[in-house]
């Protein structure tokens, strides 16, 4: 069954609505905004200045955690604080983990409650047992017992409720039955919400977040999948965990939340930041935006579905390209191409990607356009000077270029070439196919998915090998969108049963809604880029929309880490923060990242307490975790190494064990 009406064009899944105070989610609502305070919830006065701060800036739900029954009870008082601040329509939801007794007590004061699954009624304990099917039957009559107060109160205020499973914070009985994966999660969620409709409770609102936006992809998908199946229909909030700040943590928020979005799922969304929960709002307001702006109406006609399985990762199989230092295909990453603006900008461009700041990001295609002859020449002259030579070239050719122009260039160039241009037809292509063969070159042939059905048969017969396939004009004008574009050229080169290798050009022409900003080219080249690496797709990536090349390739290597398609330096897990945190996130996490940034590979989580911390720091190599008021536990992996350290010393322990632990490495002096 599809989790979605179509993979090529948005079409938003139908849910019931879901009122959250007077805040309508799902349905036909618009995407709704939601972000989290993060000071001690026991200060009522700097909540409720928190709370009034994002209802300020745009935000329409505010989560506080309660993480006991005094705090839950200090709900009532930031209730009334935030309506007697003139911001009685925004309502607040009470964040719970663990503790029934302070979900009891917050359901009396807000307007939704937010359980975790994994932690409601089960205490995190990594054991591993059989459960029997009579265990897990007594498992579950244990869960209804637990959870059931808590459905009955909410509906009888009229509150409403999130499921909101985390993975990495899965019960043991979840994961020693389905593991720490997409469908353990989503059966997760499922137990919960058979128990609330036993009491006819509907109020609902289901979330599966991770901090890996591949997973959390598949888990959502997954969950739509499920929930059609047992006929219910809630809406779904969105997220992506422990993302992270600065560029980095917008670029997993915009790949986990934009992919689900443009396949038409989720009703409101957060988009989580180690950073002032305000900055969280325009981000998430850029990515609703974009997607609202493509939602159609009706199925639209043409295909529904492809055969990319979206419930599991699997990279899609390319030919093998030798593309000089950078092959292309299986077993390679994919590639980095940077855009000059003209020949003439290469020469500058080739002394900037040179530099040795760029040494674990470089770029690897230098992507040139070439108007008229004359461009070669200048081309030569600025590779004849360049302090060295990216792996290959790509020529963008003008409809005027003839082979004959091009061939002596090829000829001379010393690295490989790609000729990349639109083709009129299979035999326009078959002559450029012909000069790519005669100097080792390769064609990249740039088509919409329409133009593509013409030449399917011609890329197949020009030689797998030797072709690249990419898609620069989709316009969003018609409803379609370039995920879409790109998820039909798959189709196309699939049925033509040609493996030629697929560049994800992230260009103007591709852009919904841009404002031109930054943030706006961010989140664009995250969701095209993200979308389609999380799907197996994509095998070179292009951001074109930056005039800095340095800027355009450290973005597409940011993009292909966020995705987990590409490593290129130390990844940080950091918890967005909130009333439990122990020690100021963003500091921390900004001062381990000047220290450890250059351990490629090396994941690195900063949780601000032990209650979640450990459990949702995913697969981080090494753990810096709020232990107590001042003072920090270290983990390797998921298990405490070193408990109670002053937070003055934690730094020096943390490089101490990753040294032990042969992860380190002295920075180079550009990093230092
Ligand atoms: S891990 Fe961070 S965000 Fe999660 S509960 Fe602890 S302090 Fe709050």
């Known amino acids: 069954m599809a989790y979605c009406v179509s993979r090529f064009q948005t079409v938003r899944r139908p849910t019931r609505e879901v009122l959250v105070g007077g805040v309508g989610v799902g ?45 839950a009870r200090c709900l009532r008082d930031i209730r009334a604080g935030l309506s007697a601040a003139g911001w009685g329509a925004v309502p607040l939801v009470a964040d719970i983990h663990f503790l029934p007794q302070a979900a009891m007590e917050a359901v009396e004061h807000v307007e939704k409650v937010r359980v975790n699954p994994g932690n409601y009624a089960d205490k995190k304990r990594f054991a591993v047992r059989d459960y029997s099917d009579a265990d897990y039957e007594r498992e579950l009559q244990r869960l209804h017992e637990a959870f059931s107060p808590l459905v009955m109160r909410s509906k009888e205020l009229g509150r409403s409720m999130r499921i909101g499973t985390n993975h990495g914070s899965l019960s043991d009985r979840i994961m020693n039955r389905y593991g720490d994966t997409p469908l353990g999660m989503v059966e997760s969620a499922l137990e919960f919400l058979r128990i609330a409709e036993s009491h006819g409770f509907r109020d609902i609102i289901l979330s599966m977040k991770s901090s890996n936006p591949k997973v959390m992809i598949e888990a959502y998908r ?26 980095d943590g917008r670029i997993k928020g915009s790949i986990g939340i934009g992919s689900l979005l443009l396949d038409g799922l989720g009703d409101t969304i957060r988009v989580s930041l180690t950073e002032d929960s305000v900055y969280e709002i325009p981000v998430a307001r850029a990515i609703a935006d974009k997607a609202m702006s493509l939602w159609r109406g009706a199925a639209p006609a043409g295909p529904a579905a492809d055969s990319i399985d979206p ?14 230092a950078a092959p292309v295909g299986p077993g390679q990453p994919p590639r980095v191409i940077v855009r000059v603006p003209a020949a003439a900008a290469a020469a500058a461009a080739l002394v900037e990607l040179a530099s040795p700041r760029l ?29 060295k030579a990216p792996a290959f070239l790509v020529l963008e050719l003008a409809p005027g270029l003839l082979p004959e122009h091009v061939e002596p260039f090829l000829a001379a160039a010393g690295i490989p070439g790609v000729l990349m241009r639109r083709f009129a037809d299979g035999a326009q292509l078959a002559v450029w196919a012909s000069l790519a063969r005669r100097t080792g070159s390769f064609v990249a042939v740039d088509a919409t998915p329409g133009e593509l059905e013409g030449l399917a048969s011609d890329v197949k017969a020009a030689g797998d090998g030797r072709i690249i396939v990419t898609c620069s004009g989709v316009s969003p004008a018609g409803g379609d969108h370039a995920v879409g574009a790109y998820r039909r050229i798959v189709e196309i080169l699939s049925h033509a049963r040609s493996p030629a290798p697929i560049w994800i050009r992230n260009t103007a022409g591709t852009s ?11 989140i664009e080249a995250s969701i095209l880029t993200g979308s389609l690496l999380c799907d197996g797709v994509g095998d070179l990536v292009s951001i074109e929309t930056e005039a800095d090349p340095a800027r355009s390739a450290r973005l ?9 398609a590409r490593i290129s330096k130390a990844e940080f897990v950091a918890c967005p923060s909130c009333g439990r945190t122990l020690f100021d996130l963003q500091t921390t996490t900004q001062r381990i990242r000047a220290q450890t940034a250059h351990l490629k590979g090396v994941k690195i989580a900063i949780m601000g307490c032990i209650v979640n911390g450990p459990g949702e720091m995913a697969d981080a190599d090494f753990g810096y975790v709020g232990g107590a008021p001042g003072k920090i536990n ?37 990093h230092a």
Not at 230 to 246: F, I, K, Q, R, S
Not at 512 to 522: E, Y
């Open 27 to 71: 349905g036909s609502n618009p995407i709704r905004i939601q972000s989290m305070t993060t000071s001690d919830t026991q200060d009522v006065a700097a909540t409720v200045r928190q709370s009034v701060a994002l209802a300020e800036v745009g935000c329409e739900i505010v989560r506080v955690t309660a993480p006991n029954v005094q705090a």
């Open 222 to 247: 997954l969950l739509v999948e499920r929930m059609d199946g047992e006929d219910m229909h809630y809406p779904l909030h969105l997220g992506v965990t422990e993302a992270g700040d600065g560029e």
């Open 311 to 324: 419930y599991h990762f699997e990279r899609r199989a390319a030919a093998a390209l030798e593309l000089g």
């Open 359 to 387: 040494k674990d990001t470089p770029a690897e295609g230098l992507l040139v356009p070439v108007g008229e002859p004359a461009d070669l020449e200048t081309l030569r002259r600025c590779l004849a000077a360049a302090p």
């Open 512 to 522: 919904v809604k841009a404002d031109g900003s930054f943030l706006s080219r961010l």
């Open 556 to 564: 597409a290597y940011n993009v292909l880490q966020g995705a987990g």
């Open 634 to 670: 270290l983990y390797v992996g998921k298990q405490c190494v070193q408990y109670n350290i002053p937070q003055a010393e934690a730094d020096a322990h943390l490089i101490a064990l990753i040294k032990e632990h042969r992860k380190w490495a002295e920075p180079e002096p550009a």
